[in-house]
């Protein structure tokens, strides 16, 4: 048996892949002092000395004797009573610990690192590096600061230094900054470590944030140590200062690229077994092509055996070889109602590589194009599992070389060997020596014993992994002697299960599903069966108790059980099944009289969602349909957990309200989507909106609801907007007004005028959007609508503004404002001052403004809106540039531009660029504010951003006149009378980008 220890990071012990429970933190700390002895013996005395120092109690000994002996018992299961300890043995006055230092990751890393040099240095520092999980003995507060510790830490800066350097060296920027970012962050004050991330930064054409590292590193040394810095950070700061290196940045800027660094792959499997030929077989085929050819490789083979398992190993092994990220999709290909469209796999990887939601292309073949443009020059490895045909995964594959992609199926996929030249793995079964060994180490000293039965039940399974971890767990199920009656079960029912037959009697599983199902509790069985009927890939104790309409504790007991007989796959704490017991489990079910989802989940979803969307968007609540509140239990949500929840369980929810769309519960994607448009279109998931929506509406007509067919086809309208289609959302919402109308709905009206106006003033019709916008606002006061008058006023202060209308645009703005403190709605009121502050600017009212901009920036940081928060910051660095104080307006204007790139709000980015650009003109640099311009230029071309682009071409036409230029400009953002996310919704954030100036 083998023993595996982890200290960088928690503490944790696994036991031939199963992790130990260590006991309590003194126990730990006993362990973790005899890893930091690195193999030598550590004297009763100074274990003694580091647990009380100088005042030991007088049970000391006892304690110290006592925690050994449990760590033996623990970590030596089945060491015989008063035999001689191995692991950890008794040696002269003291304890050492007999584990293989390559078993020990503080170790291994020590090893990599100092072994790491010449061609092999970069594998080996990113293999020492993907070790470090935090700071050592993380949870052993006794050693938190022990002298043995403290060079650990020592030794990580140093190995992300090198890395860095060795990164910096190879051209992948972004992973060199990543390094030295991380590096810095645990010693702020070593300077040479910020002098490599200063010249990192202005590598990659970033020199705002060159020059805002190095002044905050001045003001800590001076603060902190009371010196100035030393010659490596004066000399890194310099070469920003001088002009040829200012020359030589500016050509590295423009050639460096931002690139996403995608880590997707799947876990490796606990307790793979074999397969060394095949891991060779695929280092033959997909590492060393013939020139001038894309490698695609296809491992193919019957169900369950072991392809992805094969696929992930190899991945992990060969992850080194493709510095610029690893891609993951499971497709789903066998899955009856669910296989992944290629356009949402595509989709998917684009924002892997870095592409914003609102930036993906709604055509499947323009998506494919753009990914195939993220992957030009990049050694990528694709990694498509589960895939069920060529038309999955042609759309899928790179153009160029450089990358690799590696497909799983059950089909030979010959299509794709033929007109793509791939290379084709089929594998087999494991082979008799590797299947019993996997039985042995699953099912233990009863395979051992039990020779014959052992090699029987191997054959009987096929020798398929899937179906031995299943059968070994049955043996740990039973009695000792139940590895021969399993043999005996085996042979009664190996042909019950025709649905899950994969056509080779070798390989029939579904006599071993039907087992280890018939020997469930009454509770799982149910449980494993309703798991069949759930539309989405996976489930939390939540979900699970609402399927049984039971108690969330019984379910998760359940679950437990079922993972442990690998009926589900447990990832964290939700619960997923392989596809061929999702089938199994939906042929039960349906046998048992259960033929669709129970409304009960649905209610979950629809309730859960809704109370998500309550916490982050309450403004909003009165136009969502009222949800009521089932009697079970709903997580509990706050405005940090309710993202994350909607982020999760997104594709469930999706899933779930197709499945129910298609068999004939239309009410629950009706609902669904109107309750979740926000989040849909906030986070940039357009894809998944579109989807639900054309769901939606199709079943809101199916049933007549027209008062709903009008409420989504607004919505419609809304993502329509969020992607630049601004005909098609128009025709929507046309439509939405007609239906309106038909229903004598004016609370359908008004939405739709206002979304109306929202697209006149995108296409830089302002006068047709302040005429729209003006009839919403008299509309909504005639309601007495609050919430809908003051987003009117906000976006019509916003036309005005556009129009040079300061006076009106200044009074609609304060009503707005007046308006939004008087029904609590912070964000609306921060926007609103956002856009007074630039009417004050125009009109050469500075401290007005920048009152304006800080009271907007409290808001913003109280409500944690980051994308306001940066609006606010730009503003700020408009107002300190007209006053003259460029120090300032930079500090400011490179916070900014960080938040707008860590949320991906691009035309914030483009804006705050720009406005870099200005105070480096303004600042006698106009080298660098070229660099600003062009880079903004491009960006706004990208994302058909007319004013920044305008912006930019005038920065670029007169740098010498940058100071009569308007610095503060207009911001990026737009609000709409109720589907605006910044006008009084107290919602998240918008990516769009201003129309026309």
């Not at 392989?578 to 629809?606: C, M, N, S, T």
């Not at 008299?778 to 209308?805: F, I, K, P, Y």
Request: net charge neutral; charged share 25%; with cysteine.
């Amino acid at each position: 048996m083998t023993l595996r220890i982890q200290v960088l990071g928690p503490m944790r012990v696994w036991l031939d892949d199963e992790p130990l429970p260590l006991g309590p933190p003194a126990q730990r700390a006993v362990l973790g002092l005899l890893v930091l002895a690195g193999g030598q013996p550590v004297g009763l005395a100074d274990l003694i000395d580091a647990f009380w120092g100088d005042r030991p109690p007088a049970s000391a000994l006892n304690v110290i004797q006592t925690h050994v002996k449990r760590l033996r018992r623990l970590l030596e299961p089945g060491r015989a009573p008063h035999s001689r300890s191995e692991v950890l043995p008794y040696l002269g006055n003291g304890y050492r610990l007999g584990v293989a230092s390559e078993q020990i990751d503080i170790m291994r890393f020590r090893r990599l690192v100092r072994h790491a040099a010449g061609g092999g240095e970069v594998a080996a520092l990113t293999e020492a590096l993907a070790l470090w999980q935090g700071q050592p003995f993380a949870d052993v507060p006794l050693l938190a600061d022990h002298p043995r510790v403290r060079p650990i830490v020592a030794e990580h800066r140093a190995a992300l230094g090198r890395y860095g350097a060795a990164m910096l060296a190879a051209g992948a920027v972004d992973r060199a900054i990543g390094a030295f970012e991380e590096a810095v962050t645990a010693d702020p004050l070593d300077e040479a470590g910020q002098a490599r991330l200063v010249r990192a930064y202005a590598v990659a054409g970033r020199r705002a944030q060159a020059f805002t590292t190095y002044h905050a590193v001045r003001r800590r040394l001076a603060d902190d140590l009371g010196v100035d810095p030393g010659p490596e950070l004066t000399a890194a700061h310099q070469e920003l200062l001088n002009e040829d290196s200012r020359a030589q940045v500016a050509v590295s800027s423009a050639a460096a690229v931002s690139r996403t660094v995608p880590a997707e792959l799947p876990p490796d499997v606990p307790g793979f077994t074999g397969r060394e030929h095949e891991l060779g077989e695929l280092d033959r085929l997909t590492l060393a092509p013939e020139p001038d050819t894309i490698v695609i490789t296809v491992v193919s083979g019957t169900a369950g055996v072991g392809k992805t398992a094969l696929a992930a190993r190899w991945a992990h092994r060969a992850r080194a070889r493709f510095p610029d990220g690893l891609l993951y999709i499971d497709l789903r290909g066998y899955d009856p109602e669910q296989p992944v469209a290629p356009g949402a796999a595509l989709a998917r990887f684009l924002r892997s590589l870095g592409l914003p939601g609102e930036q993906v292309p709604s055509d499947v073949e323009e998506r494919a194009a753009r990914y195939r443009s993220l992957l030009d020059g990049r050694r990528v490895l694709v990694l498509l599992d589960n895939a069920a045909s060529v038309d999955q995964v042609r759309p899928l594959l790179p153009g160029s070389v450089g990358s690799a992609v590696l497909v799983t199926s059950r089909d030979r996929l010959p299509g794709l060997v033929v007109r793509h030249g791939a290379r084709r793995l089929d594998l087999d079964v494991l082979r008799r020596e590797d299947a019993l060994q996997l039985l042995r180490r699953l099912a233990g000293e009863w395979a051992t014993a039990q020779n014959a039965a052992a090699e029987a039940l191997a054959a009987q399974c096929a020798r398929l992994p899937l179906a031995l971890r299943i059968a070994a767990e049955l043996v740990h199920q039973r009695a000792p002697g139940a590895l021969t009656e399993v043999v005996v079960e085996l042979d009664d029912h190996r042909r019950r299960l025709d649905l899950l037959s994969t056509g080779d009697p070798h390989s029939d599983m579904g006599a071993v599903f039907s087992w280890s199902y018939r020997d469930l509790p009454p509770a799982a069985a149910r449980m494993f069966r309703l798991l069949g009927l759930h539309a989405g890939t996976d489930v939390d104790g939540y979900a699970a108790a609402a399927l049984i309409d039971g108690e969330e504790a019984t379910a998760r007991e359940s679950l437990a059980l079922l993972a442990g007989r690998h009926l589900v796959q447990r990832n964290g704490d939700r619960y997923g099944m392989h596809d061929l017991l999702r089938a199994y489990a939906k042929d039960l079910a349906v046998k048992d009289g259960e033929a669709d989802l129970p409304r009960r989940i649905l209610e979950f979803y629809l309730s859960t969602a809704a109370m998500a969307m309550d916490v982050l968007y309450p403004a909003e609540r009165g136009r969502r349909p009222r949800v009521p509140r089932p009697a079970r239990a709903l997580p509990s949500l706050d405005e940090a957990t309710a993202p994350a929840w909607l982020d999760t369980e997104r594709a469930n929810l999706v899933a779930t309200a197709v499945h129910a769309a298609e068999h004939g519960q239309a009410w629950f994607p009706v609902q669904l989507a109107l309750v979740l448009l926000r989040h849909l279109e906030s986070g940039g998931h357009y894809a998944d909106a579109v989807t639900l929506h054309e769901h939606a509406l199709r079943a809101a007509e199916s049933v007549a609801d027209r008062h709903s067919a009008a409420q989504l086809r607004i919505n419609v309208g809304v993502v329509a907007i969020q992607q630049g289609r601004y005909a098609t959302a128009s025709a929507e919402l046309q439509q939405a007004l007609t239906l309106a109308d038909e229903v004598g709905d004016s609370l359908v009206r008004v939405r739709a005028l206002g979304n109306l106006g929202h697209v006149y003033q995108w296409q830089g019709r302002y006068a047709e959007a302040a005429r729209t916008l003006a009839e919403v606002v008299t509309m909504a006061r005639n309601a007495d609508d609050r919430v809908t008058e003051a987003r009117g006023l906000g976006n019509l202060g916003q036309v005005r503004l556009r129009q040079g209308r300061h006076a009106d645009a200044a009074d609609d703005l304060r009503t707005s404002v007046a308006i939004c403190r008087d029904i609590g709605d912070a964000v609306g009121e921060a926007y609103a001052l956002v856009y007074l502050g630039h009417v004050e600017s125009a009109l050469g009212r500075y401290d007005e403004a920048g009152g304006h901009h800080e009271h907007a920036l409290t808001l913003f940081r109280g409500a944690a809106e980051p994308a306001g928060e940066a609006y606010a910051l730009d503003g700020l660095g408009g107002v300190d540039l007209l006053r003259g104080d460029h120090e300032r307006a930079l500090g400011r204007l490179s916070e900014a531009l960080a938040l707008f790139r860590r949320i991906g709000e691009r035309a914030g980015e483009a804006r705050v660029t720009n406005s870099l650009g200005e105070v480096a003109a303004a600042a006698g640099r106009p080298a660098e504010a070229r660099v600003h311009h062009l880079s903004a230029l491009r960006l706004a071309e990208e994302i058909g951003h007319r004013f920044e682009q305008s912006r930019a071409q005038a920065g670029l036409t007169s740098v010498a006149a940058v100071r009569s230029l308007r610095p503060a400009g207009l911001p990026g953002r737009s609000l709409t009378p109720v589907d605006a996310r910044t006008g009084g919704s107290g919602s998240r954030r918008s990516r769009n980008p201003p129309g026309p100036p």
